[in-house]
């Protein structure tokens, strides 16, 4: 079965870095686009940033210019880099994986991102 597993989370100071990794199994990972989402306390979950199986990119307006999406296709794993943390983006940081044909989506447990000082 699908498996996405993140790891790379943390707690980060303002203005601080992350690279959070996003390793797929169960899948063949080119026909799935791949996201990053993000859920704050009390809040929605939202997209972060989406890169498709084509490589196409696009980021929240609230990421970009400081967060980067890509993929190794080679390796299964997706990645978001992120830079200049701000203490709005704390929130759990969930790995999703929707196929390009069917459009059934898949979900990571996620991990805690913490940006304080």
């Known amino acids: 079965q699908v498996q996405l597993v993140e790891s790379g989370g943390g707690l980060v100071q303002p203005g601080g870095s992350l690279i959070l990794s996003c390793a797929a199994s169960?899948?063949?990972?080119?026909?799935?686009?791949m996201g990053w989402y993000r859920q704050a306390p009390g809040k929605q979950r939202e997209s972060v940033a989406v890169?498709?199986?084509?490589?196409?990119?696009n980021y929240a307006d609230s990421v970009k210019g400081r967060f980067t999406i890509s993929r190794a296709n080679a390796k299964n794993t997706v990645y978001l880099q992120m830079k200049s943390l701000k203490p709005e983006d704390t929130a759990v940081y969930y790995c999703n994986a929707k196929n390009t044909l069917s459009k059934n989506g898949y979900w990571g447990q996620g991990t805690q991102v913490t940006v304080s000082s």
């Open positions: 169960g899948m063949i990972f080119r026909a799935y686009d």
């Open positions: 890169i498709t199986n084509g490589g196409t990119t």
